[in-house]
């Protein structure tokens, strides 16, 4: 298994000075803009786009043509990157920011354009600093050089970018809480409907979301064609996609791959196997949001589709290896914990149902379990997702809350005798 | 104490480059933090007289997200990271010694005002588990004991700026991904290092 390397190129063959501009151009870095502004038009960049079948990057999966396609007309429209990577497991953005910024930016130039859109944004989490300094430098040379600001490319194209950076908030990776936090309000999701951000976005006005990844690809497709993109990898997950693997793995790191490899393969290839010659017990296949995998189920394969038959999720690409030494309770504890800290608490379910969550396993982790917990446990998740399936039903504003269940369902699952153990006997009267 | 004007000044530039002045709250409270190490009440006023709206919403956003401090920060934070990578990579331990060193637990400062200690979720540096940031500058690969030595080399050198290359060179271990390019900036105050806010300087 070998990586295929689009979006990873540039920085790979000019590791040193990758992230400037004329070391960015002089790899043929802004001809795909260049092209697009002399000769395309809105119609057209779309069009490849739509042809590529590119599916959105930050976790949804969304077709991104299909929601280009259906952000409304309006005087005022806006570009919102998301680059508030916050889902445990995942580091793909923060290598595309440090490392090759310009592709973004040449990304976001060419996606303005095919939605007539004169003032974008990129929002980063607070804690990516570096990241942030890249881009926000990459961001001023370009503007330098007459490729930001008025008239770009002398065309009669205007486009400003702001760098924004957030303040520690996992659930600003929600698209509409993301706006609301780039309104300057807190980070809580809105209700969808009214406020698709398409048609209700930033600041009510028409607005295009796209995770980072995503908005990177555009250049290579625009240079080659949205052919050759939906050429790669396969059908349903078209193109090359960086996954980020981590956990008890002798290689950990970010691998450009196209999609439709097995985790085993992908394993075993890239990550060089597992540490200390281990089994994997269960491993998360996309993100701390989504629902575990048993280490005999290695050989599914990674694409959106498969994953989410086996009812799990594709996610943010995060590839989390678990041993097996580790503790899963331990681990499911972590993340749970992830998730209640992170809760915005508009919705009860999510807010109280998390922090009960939390509760509930700490007592286990510490011995105080009850022979009722794991019951209650379950009980709880229901109350937050209805029937405990995957993709989760809803009883909150958005996923957040669901999300926390996935790995407590797991648990109880296919783990349940490692939590049983820890628990007193239920005392039966006859 | 209120701002003093080169910092009105800048917080005018902030605003200017957004369509509606509230968008400039979250980068005008770490302007505030970066000068006085918290969000102060003078603080408060001044940013609600700034961008128009009333002090409560100021500090009902400043008080929603965990990167506005409430209280005054030491002159370095310890963010240790306690999410899944780093859990299942014994980040446990790591946070046991550097609590043990700065004898302080989540969230306090130490009478010096050198340190403020947290555990956080997660800073995407899974690959590089288990992972602190310092003033927002990450480090990876981290052992406990390198954790320590970290923590000493920081309370006697005092570096006026944190740069995690130099962090990351001394004390790192295994990285997410490699770093490539050599990078000399890095935060001088417990807020990210972002060179908008001037809050970032060069070694």
Same mark, same amino acid.
């Given at each position: 298994?070998?990586?295929?390397?689009?979006?990873?190129?540039?920085?790979?063959?000019?590791?040193?000075?990758?992230?400037?501009?004329?070391?960015?151009?002089?790899?043929?870095?802004?001809?795909?803009?260049?092209?697009?502004?002399?000769?395309?038009?809105?119609?057209?960049?779309?069009?490849?786009?739509?042809?590529?079948?590119?599916?959105?990057?930050?976790?949804?999966?969304?077709?991104?043509?299909?929601?280009?396609?259906?952000?409304?007309?309006?005087?005022?429209?806006?570009?919102?990157?998301?680059?508030?990577?916050?889902?445990?497991?995942?580091?793909?953005?923060?290598?595309?920011?440090?490392?090759?910024?310009?592709?973004?930016?040449?990304?976001?130039?060419?996606?303005?354009?095919?939605?007539?859109?004169?003032?974008?944004?990129?929002?980063?989490?607070?804690?990516? %600093?570096?990241?942030?300094?890249?881009?926000?430098?990459?961001?001023?040379?370009?503007?330098?050089?007459? #490729?930001?600001?008025?008239?770009?490319?002398?065309?009669?194209?205007?486009?400003?970018?702001?760098?924004?950076?957030?303040?520690?908030?996992?659930?600003?990776?929600?698209?509409? =809480?993301?706006?609301?936090?780039?309104?300057?309000?807190?980070?809580?999701?809105?209700?969808?409907?009214?406020?698709?951000?398409?048609?209700?976005?930033?600041?009510?006005?028409?607005?295009?979301?796209?995770?980072?990844?995503?908005?990177?690809?555009?250049?290579?497709?625009?240079?080659?064609?949205?052919?050759?993109?939906?050429?790669?990898?396969?059908?349903?997950?078209?193109?090359?996609?960086?996954?980020?693997?981590?956990?008890?793995?002798?290689?950990?790191?970010?691998?450009?791959?196209?999609?439709?490899?097995?985790?085993?393969?992908?394993?075993?290839?890239?990550?060089?196997?597992?540490?200390?010659?281990?089994?994997?017990?269960? #491993?998360?296949?996309?993100?701390?949001?989504?629902?575990?995998?048993?280490?005999?189920?290695?050989?599914?394969?990674?694409?959106?589709?498969?994953?989410?038959?086996?009812?799990?999720?594709?996610?943010?690409?995060?590839?989390?290896?678990?041993?097996?030494?580790?503790?899963?309770?331990?681990?499911?504890?972590?993340?749970?914990?992830?998730?209640?800290?992170?809760?915005?608490?508009?919705?009860?379910?999510?807010?109280?149902?998390?922090?009960?969550?939390?509760?509930?396993?700490?007592?286990?982790?510490?011995?105080?379990?009850?022979?009722?917990?794991?019951?209650?446990?379950?009980?709880?998740?229901?109350?937050?997702?209805?029937?405990?399936?995957?993709?989760?039903?809803?009883?909150? /504003?958005?996923?957040?809350?669901?999300?926390?269940?996935?790995? /407590?369902?797991?648990?109880?699952?296919?783990?349940?005798?490692?939590?049983?153990?820890?628990?007193?006997?239920?005392?039966?009267?006859? | 104490?209120?701002?003093?004007?080169?910092?009105?000044?800048? =917080?005018?530039?902030? /605003?200017?480059?957004?369509?509606?002045?509230?968008? %400039?709250?979250?980068?005008?409270? #770490?302007? =505030?933090?970066?000068?006085?190490?918290?969000?102060?009440?003078?603080?408060?006023?001044?940013?609600?007289?700034?961008?128009?709206?009333?002090?409560?919403?100021?500090?009902?956003?400043?008080?929603?997200?965990?990167?506005?401090?409430?209280?005054?920060?030491?002159?370095?934070?310890?963010?240790?990271?306690?999410?899944?990578?780093?859990?299942?990579?014994?980040?446990?331990?790591?946070?046991?010694?550097?609590?043990?060193?700065?004898?302080?637990?989540?969230?306090?400062?130490?009478?010096?005002?050198?340190?403020?200690?947290?555990?956080?979720?997660?800073?995407?540096?899974?690959?590089? =588990?288990?992972?602190?940031?310092?003033?927002?500058?990450?480090?990876?690969?981290?052992?406990?004991?390198?954790?320590?030595?970290?923590?000493?080399?920081?309370?006697?050198?005092?570096?006026?700026?944190?740069?995690?290359?130099?962090?990351?060179?001394?004390?790192?271990?295994?990285?997410?991904?490699?770093?490539?390019?050599?990078?000399?900036?890095?935060?001088?105050?417990?807020?990210?290092?972002?060179?908008?806010?001037?809050?970032?300087?060069? /070694?």
């Amino acid at each position: 298994m070998k990586e295929t390397i689009l979006l990873t190129k540039h920085m790979r063959e000019n590791p040193e000075d990758s992230h400037l501009l004329k070391s960015y151009e002089k790899n043929g870095g802004y001809k795909g803009v260049k092209k697009v502004l002399k000769s395309g038009t809105p119609e057209s960049v779309l069009e490849e786009i739509k042809s590529s079948n590119i599916r959105g990057r930050g976790g949804a999966g969304f077709p991104t043509g299909v929601k280009w396609g259906f952000l409304a007309e309006d005087q005022e429209r806006y570009l919102v990157i998301n680059a508030d990577e916050s889902e445990p497991g995942t580091f793909k953005d923060r290598i595309l920011l440090e490392r090759d910024p310009h592709q973004l930016i040449e990304g976001m130039i060419i996606t303005c354009f095919a939605a007539n859109i004169s003032k974008a944004f990129i929002y980063i989490r607070g804690e990516y %600093a570096k990241p942030a300094r890249r881009v926000q430098s990459a961001v001023e040379q370009a503007y330098e050089k007459g #490729y930001l600001g008025k008239n770009i490319f002398g065309s009669s194209m205007d486009l400003d970018i702001v760098v924004h950076l957030g303040a520690g908030a996992y659930i600003c990776g929600e698209e509409t =809480a993301l706006l609301n936090s780039l309104e300057g309000r807190r980070g809580e999701p809105r209700l969808k409907p009214p406020f698709f951000p398409a048609v209700k976005g930033l600041y009510n006005k028409p607005t295009l979301v796209n995770n980072v990844e995503t908005i990177s690809s555009v250049p290579w497709i625009m240079n080659n064609s949205g052919k050759d993109y939906a050429s790669l990898g396969v059908e349903g997950s078209t193109g090359t996609r960086i996954f980020s693997l981590s956990g008890h793995i002798n290689n950990p790191g970010n691998y450009e791959i196209e999609m439709g490899s097995s985790f085993g393969e992908f394993v075993e290839s890239l990550g060089k196997g597992v540490r200390n010659e281990k089994s994997i017990k269960a #491993y998360i296949p996309g993100g701390a949001s989504a629902p575990w995998l048993r280490g005999d189920q290695l050989d599914v394969k990674m694409t959106i589709d498969d994953v989410a038959n086996e009812g799990s999720m594709l996610g943010s690409g995060a590839v989390v290896m678990m041993d097996e030494d580790t503790n899963l309770l331990f681990a499911a504890k972590s993340l749970v914990s992830f998730f209640a800290h992170e809760s915005c608490g508009q919705c009860t379910p999510c807010r109280e149902g998390t922090t009960w969550l939390e509760n509930i396993l700490d007592r286990i982790a510490s011995g105080r379990g009850r022979a009722s917990d794991i019951d209650l446990l379950l009980d709880v998740c229901d109350n937050i997702s209805p029937g405990l399936t995957w993709p989760p039903k809803m009883t909150t /504003i958005c996923p957040l809350g669901p999300s926390a269940t996935a790995s /407590i369902v797991s648990l109880m699952k296919d783990f349940r005798s490692e939590v049983e153990v820890l628990l007193p006997k239920k005392v039966v009267v006859s | 104490m209120t701002w003093e004007n080169a910092r009105i000044d800048k =917080a005018k530039e902030i /605003i200017e480059m957004y369509p509606q002045k509230r968008s %400039a709250l979250g980068p005008l409270l #770490y302007l =505030a933090q970066d000068k006085d190490g918290y969000i102060s009440d003078d603080s408060i006023v001044e940013i609600s007289r700034l961008i128009g709206i009333t002090e409560v919403q100021v500090q009902s956003v400043a008080s929603f997200y965990s990167m506005y401090k409430q209280e005054p920060t030491g002159k370095y934070l310890l963010s240790v990271c306690k999410s899944i990578s780093c859990e299942i990579s014994n980040s446990s331990n790591v946070i046991q010694k550097v609590k043990e060193f700065t004898n302080l637990s989540n969230n306090e400062t130490d009478d010096e005002g050198l340190f403020t200690y947290e555990s956080v979720e997660c800073i995407g540096a899974c690959g590089g =588990a288990p992972a602190i940031q310092v003033n927002y500058e990450t480090v990876e690969g981290l052992t406990p004991e390198k954790a320590v030595d970290l923590c000493k080399w920081l309370k006697e050198e005092q570096p006026k700026v944190v740069v995690a290359d130099e962090l990351q060179l001394k004390f790192g271990g295994t990285k997410s991904f490699d770093w490539a390019i050599e990078d000399k900036t890095g935060s001088s105050s417990p807020v990210p290092g972002f060179q908008t806010y001037e809050m970032q300087e060069e /070694i």
